[in-house]
């Protein structure tokens, strides 16, 4: 089956830094998915993806869609504590029907 | 509801026992996904509802995993013989239809098989 690459698993930054993170895929996905995960709950949508090429940006966040549809990457700026998580990346393929893929998270640490 | 609702949040049995989790999508939702999370681990895929379309089972880990959902709202996972293994938080998320959807996940039922 498809699998969606993401690494390292952890990461720890300091807090007001940058921090970037690469999903890969060996398969091409139609939709590029980015969600948070807090303790103790369930993944929050981030930010969604949906042509090659688009770049899109909520608040701190910024994701892109790789132009050859096998990558995404998701930076977050001037981190702040509150973004400590596992950030999930998920690939969708082109059909009705199809489920979502997801990667196996990066935990992000910010140090204060 | 507002959102998806799952039960119990937190569930601890022996093993060999049988348990169920249940999910409550939010209304009018067609799509229903089960997802496994174990510990340090990403979200496995288990099974998916979509409309009256016959379930996605493929990543039912094994024939002691089965879920239903009826009436095209809730869903309830059933685990059999439970193993110490199967010990993992169950998520479930609901899309108002496949395809493009984005999920919607509720807060995920703890099992612990002691």
């Known amino acids: 089956g498809q699998q969606l690459n993401q690494s390292p698993q952890s990461m720890f930054i300091q807090e007001g830094e940058d921090v970037s993170m690469n999903c890969t895929s060996s398969s091409i996905f139609n939709t590029w998915l980015w969600y948070k995960q807090d303790p103790g709950e369930g993944p929050v949508l981030l930010i969604a993806?949906?042509?090659?090429?688009e770049l899109t940006s909520n608040g701190r966040l910024t994701a892109q869609f790789g132009i050859t549809r096998k990558d995404s990457f998701l930076n977050i700026s001037a981190s702040i504590p509150s973004d400590v998580g596992i950030y999930f990346c998920a690939g969708q393929l082109a059909g009705a029907n199809s489920k979502l893929t997801f990667g196996k998270g990066i935990t992000l640490s910010v140090r204060p | 509801g507002a959102g998806v609702s799952q039960s119990p949040s937190n569930k601890v049995t022996e093993k060999g026992k049988d348990v169920e989790l249940r999910c409550d999508p939010i209304s009018g939702h067609t799509a229903l996904y089960w997802y496994r999370q174990s510990l340090g681990q990403g979200l496995e895929f288990l099974i998916y509802f979509q409309g009256n379309s016959a379930p996605d089972k493929s990543g039912l880990p094994s024939d002691r995993f089965s879920a239903e959902r009826t009436g095209g709202s809730v869903s309830t996972l059933t685990i059999q013989r439970t193993q110490q293994e199967d010990s993992a938080v169950y998520l479930c998320a609901s899309s108002p239809q496949g395809g493009l959807s984005v999920l919607t996940f509720g807060a995920g039922s703890r099992l612990t098989v002691l």
């Open positions: 993806l949906y042509k090659a090429g």
